[in-house]
RNA sequence: GUCCCCGUAGUUCAAUGGAUAGAACAGGAGACUUCUAAGCUCUUGAUGGAGGUUCGAUUCCUCCCGGGGGCACCA
């Protein structure tokens, strides 16, 4: 519809000697003023040092009465041409949504597309805190997205299991003695290793030293204890990822490219890297950008060579890859404008190929920042724990035949709506409260407006009612809204920007539930009943489709 | 010091340079008691400050104030 809208006014403009004008078609806020709206007499008017309301007037004379789908089109305001759909073009849309079913939003923008994705990424034996979920969650649900417009994914999974934080849990845990298959011992030990290496001199030493005896893979009593520990860590990373909905098709470890990378910084030193005091760096300032350490003064390599050597790994199990992103906190992100130079000069073959990082943004609690120092680390844990306390509070009278499992998909469906509500990157102030109070602008809300269209369909089904095409005269406010649903998948995608869909969908499910209080759409006296009928079940298809990118379930019983 | 991000109701968030700055929570009022009340209706309340560009600025530019992040051997 917008296209069509774009071919009106492109055609009116050509008419009066203009192209290329670049002007925006988009919803008016206050819907009295029609479905579509237009700047273009604003824009042209200054083009043709005409006045905006008279040229709008011509335009509207020159696109009045060319399109079915147009009742009709006027001017407003100090020249804004605005556009009101016909009513049939409603009913249409809403057998379309219905017909397509699952591909209802689809496009395919990005046909053709194969996608190197890394997100979750964790710091195995660190303990996962709510930040770390941010990743996946906004991953998963951007991944989800470039599939929705045709992208073939390769989900990939790059924890952390050698390095600095691997050898202060390791140290801790021959310090404290604690059980190696319990996740609380070894988020104890870190805790102990890293306070030590900040205040403790010799245990920073010993710490060193077992960061390199890791590397070297020559202290058996060691490495035994690292692997049962990752172990243990892996685990319980792969319950979260199931309870969040995702599975990677590759996992890349860091230790298994640390070798791979060091020996590429070897090899380019000279023509890519400079030895600078007897660490070799990527001269990051010639470029604009500020010089990192690639492998340092011991000789190993840091996070930027072991990335390297990560994306080799990629490239070597996918080699007609077209796209690589990287999703991690924002406070990464000129680390990897500074990698991304680094590796287009190892890797030439990357020059016509997309390479880019989509931050996150960084979170704080209300109570304030995290830190373990302070004792308010909010662990991944410890949430979904209080969020499906809460949801089993609310469930007593809950209809699903799974109520385990329903409790989960709320307390996942809050936390994530709770995070994607927001514009990626922008930085998060986690408000626990607030994700668990399960009403208003929530995960649940939507998820419940889903049961409550499932509940009325199956109510039809019971009666014995089919959907029907006899709609009433005037639109409901839902249906002006429930076509748009493509046109925000699309920009959703286009801008790696899932809010937009939560921004949407939530408006979707508050007209929804403005029409149900006041329709009666299971009816047999109503004539329009059998179109209510499939005005919820389009809509349907939508929340649940909607709720599919976001990762979200979609419960036909709550 | 320098670079990047941010500053919108009491709070947490929206708003491709457009029309009267939207929600939700919290606060105030109400309806229904018939398809799920995790719901619906009404209501109080905001663009950090000063300039500039523009027909039009929350949005772009400059400065100031405030918060966060990066800046060589952590990830």
């Not at 059980?179 to 890293?194: F, H, K, L, S, T």
């Not at 006041?518 to 809509?539: F, H, M, N, Q, W």
Request: charged share 25%; net charge negative.
């Amino acid at each position: 519809m917008e296209g069509e809208i774009r071919e009106l006014i492109d055609a009116a403009l050509a008419a009066k000697g203009l192209d290329a004008v670049a002007v925006t078609v988009e919803h008016p806020a206050d819907e009295s003023h029609g479905d579509y709206a237009t700047n273009a007499a604003l824009v042209a008017a200054k083009r043709l040092g005409a006045n905006p309301r008279a040229l709008a007037e011509d335009l509207v004379a020159q696109m009045a009465g060319k399109s079915p789908n147009i009742e009709s089109i006027e001017v407003a305001g100090p020249g804004f041409i605005n556009f009101h759909i016909a009513r049939s073009f409603f009913a249409e849309a809403v057998a379309n949504a219905r017909a397509k079913g699952d591909a209802y939003g689809t496009n395919d923008t990005r046909k053709g597309q194969e996608i190197l994705f890394e997100y979750t990424s964790p710091n195995l034996w660190k303990p996962l805190h709510v930040g770390n979920l941010v990743g996946n969650i906004v991953g998963e649900s951007v991944s989800r997205l470039f599939e929705a417009e045709g992208a073939t994914l390769r989900r990939i999974n790059y924890p952390s299991d050698i390095g600095l934080t691997v050898a202060k849990g390791v140290w801790g845990l021959k310090k404290t003695g604690g059980d190696p298959e319990d996740i609380n011992a070894i988020g104890e030990a870190y805790r102990v290793g890293n306070e030590a290496y900040e205040t403790d001199e010799t245990a920073k030493t010993e710490i060193e030293a077992v960061n390199r005896a890791l590397y070297a893979g020559d202290d058996e009593g060691l490495k035994a204890l690292r692997e049962r520990g990752l172990r243990t860590s892996h685990r319980h990373l792969m319950e979260l990822c199931r309870m969040l909905g995702t599975s990677f098709d590759l996992e890349i470890r860091e230790s298994e490219v640390s070798d791979i990378g060091t020996e590429l910084v070897r090899t380019h030193t000279g023509d890519v890297f400079v030895e600078s005091n007897g660490a070799v760096v990527f001269p990051g300032e010639q470029y604009g950008l500020h010089t990192r350490v690639f492998l340092n003064s011991q000789g190993l390599p840091t996070y930027e060579a072991k990335d390297l050597g990560n994306f080799a790994r990629k490239e070597r199990a996918y080699p007609h890859w077209t796209h690589s992103y990287i999703v991690t906190g924002g406070e990464q992100r000129e680390y990897f404008m500074v990698l991304f130079e680094a590796m287009r000069r190892v890797f030439p073959d990357t020059a016509d190929k997309i390479l880019a990082h989509i931050p996150t943004g960084f979170l704080t609690l209300t109570t304030g920042k995290m830190s373990s120092r302070k004792g308010n680390v909010l662990t991944a844990e410890s949430l979904l724990a209080s969020l499906m306390e809460e949801v089993e509070k609310r469930a007593t009278e809950s209809r699903a035949e799974n109520l385990a499992s329903l409790v989960e998909e709320v307390a996942v469906g809050a936390l994530k709506y709770q995070i994607l509500r927001q514009a990626a990157g922008q930085d998060i102030v986690f408000d626990k409260e607030r994700a668990l109070s399960l009403e208003g602008d929530s995960g649940p809300y939507l998820m419940y407006a889903h049961a409550r269209m499932s509940s009325i369909e199956e109510k039809a089904a019971a009666a014995g009612m089919h959907a029907g095409t006899d709609a009433p005269e005037v639109p409901y406010a839902l249906e002006r809204f429930l076509y748009r649903f493509p046109e925000v998948v699309l920009r959703a995608g286009h801008e790696c920007a899932p809010h937009h869909l939560v921004v949407y969908l939530t408006e979707l499910a508050s007209r929804f539930n403005a029409f149900y209080a006041v329709e009666k759409i299971v009816d047999d006296g109503d004539p329009y009943a059998p179109y209510k009928l499939s005005l919820t079940k389009a809509a349907r298809v939508v929340l649940r489709n909607g709720l599919a990118l976001l990762g979200i379930a979609a419960p036909e019983r709550m």
